[in-house]
């Protein structure tokens, strides 16, 4: 069965500084892999992607991540935190190369705090 | 304005009492899905449906049934809700080789006495 763990329920960074939310997965064969972002009293956003290619991945307001096979780990980043960051955040994967067949597993989230 | 759109977006209910939450979306997509956020549990997959007519089960399908009798619509249906399923609902779509980009419904909060 596939997984995700985010081991921090919170991360809290002064604006102006790097964040790093970290994921780790577990799935048979090939992962896809995403970030979500939850703003209070919204929908998940989808934020990025890795499915095949460059282990860096860009995606919307900043942030990347870096897809590393070796520790089954594709943790979220941005170089300067700003305060309009402040959310929940989700990581996602689903198993590759099967067509449409695979489900997306989500992990249980971290909340994100940038302060002045 | 492309977007899922949920009703009621917030629910009171008692045990037993059937209900159903409805889900349109207007983007044509094939894929459609309810997911249940609970604290420290994160997002957990009810139901999915991959086109008209074509349901299964996700992660925790007791105790609710789907339909999806057109395209735009995915009703979740809760026959005799129990208080175990208070919680935060979303229901999601997208195009059936995109599913990552799931675009979500502003949630469902249900409370159930």
């Known amino acids: 069965a596939q997984s995700v763990a985010q081991p921090e329920d919170q991360v809290n960074v002064a604006e102006g500084n790097p964040l790093t939310v970290k994921c780790t997965y577990s799935v048979s064969g090939n992962p896809y892999l995403f970030w979500y972002v939850q703003y209070p009293n919204r929908g998940l956003q989808f934020l990025l992607k890795?499915?095949?290619?460059?282990?860096l991945v860009k995606g919307s307001y900043g942030f990347e991540a870096e897809f590393n096979k070796s520790q089954t780990s594709f943790h979220l980043k941005k170089p300067s935190a700003l305060v309009s960051d402040s959310a929940l955040y989700f990581c996602a994967v689903r198993k590759g190369d099967t067509g449409t067949a695979s489900k997306l597993t989500f992990g249980t989230g971290t909340r994100l705090q940038v302060t002045l | 304005e492309a977007q899922v759109t949920q009703n009621p977006r917030y629910l009171i209910t008692v045990t037993g009492k059937k209900l159903t939450v409805t889900c349109s979306q207007n983007?044509?997509?094939?894929?459609m899905s309810w997911y249940r956020q609970d604290p420290g549990l994160g997002l957990r997959q009810i139901y999915y449906?991959?086109?008209?007519?074509?349901?299964d089960k996700g992660d925790v399908p007791e105790g609710y049934k789907v339909s999806r009798k057109e395209k735009r619509n995915f009703p979740l249906i809760l026959e005799s809700p129990s208080p175990n399923q208070t919680s935060l609902y979303f229901c999601?779509?997208?195009?059936?080789?995109?599913?990552?980009?799931?675009?979500f419904g502003p949630g469902t909060r249900l409370l159930v006495l």
């Open positions: 983007m044509n997509h094939e894929y």
């Open positions: 890795y499915i095949t290619g460059d282990n």
């Open positions: 999601a779509s997208s195009f059936l080789t995109q599913r990552e980009t799931q675009y």
């Open positions: 449906s991959m086109n008209v007519e074509v349901t």
